[in-house]
Structure formats: C-alpha cells, structure tokens
C-alpha cells in the first residue's frame, strides 16, 4: 500500500492539471491540504509497513521522515524543471513536510503497541 500511495504522489505531482476547469468555490489553501494529507499518509503507511520489522524504531521513524521531506523537496523540484505548466513552491515543501512530522507523531503515539498500528 506504501509503494502505491507514493506512486500516487509521484504521478498526481508530476501531471499537469491546467486544461481542467478551474473550481473557485474551494478555497485558496485547498492545495496546500491536499500536500499534507499527501505526505502525512506517506509517513503513516511507510511507517506501518516497516515498524513491524525494525528492530531499531527510533532510527525508522528519521528515515521516514527525511525520505517524506526529500521526496517532497524532489517532487517540487520536478515539477518546475520537468513540467511547463507546474511550478515549484516552497509552501509546498513546507506543507508536505508538516504533513508528514505530523504523520511522525501519529505513528509515534500508535507505535507504542504494535498491535494498535496494524488494527488502525
């Protein structure tokens, strides 16, 4: 499910939305939602498929997190060098990036039990 949520990422960073109509009825912060709830469920479904093999937990959860943080970094980068009609943008990284220390913190206070991260 990790490995297909970030495809998803991947992809959904990388197309060009411009010849869809343009919603104005969500509001203007609706974008940097959609980074957060991108990366927080990056960082929660890494974590529930390697916490249950790490045997050293504290290590797992900063490499998620950097590789939630890189990724994010990358994605926009990609999107202005690969992409002409996408840009990069800074509140982007800093929304994937809250997204997924938020992500960190769940996965923290559920990860106390095994038994609580695989039933959630």
Do not use: C
Request: aromatic residues 14%; without cysteine; proline residues 2%.
């Amino acid at each position: 499910m990790a490995l297909l949520w970030t495809a998803v990422i991947v992809v959904l960073s990388l197309v060009s939305f411009s010849k869809l109509p343009k919603v104005s009825l969500l509001p203007s912060y609706t974008d940097k939602i959609t980074h957060f709830v991108f990366y927080f469920g990056f960082v929660f479904l890494w974590g529930n498929a390697l916490l249950q093999k790490a045997q050293n937990r504290k290590n797992i959860f900063l490499k998620i997190l950097s590789t939630a943080i890189l990724v994010g970094a990358l994605m926009e980068v990609l999107q202005e060098t690969l992409t002409q009609n996408r840009t990069f943008d800074w509140l982007d990284i800093l929304a994937n990036s809250i997204g997924a220390v938020v992500g960190i913190f769940i996965l923290m206070m559920f990860g106390k039990s095994e038994n609580k991260l695989k039933s959630f």
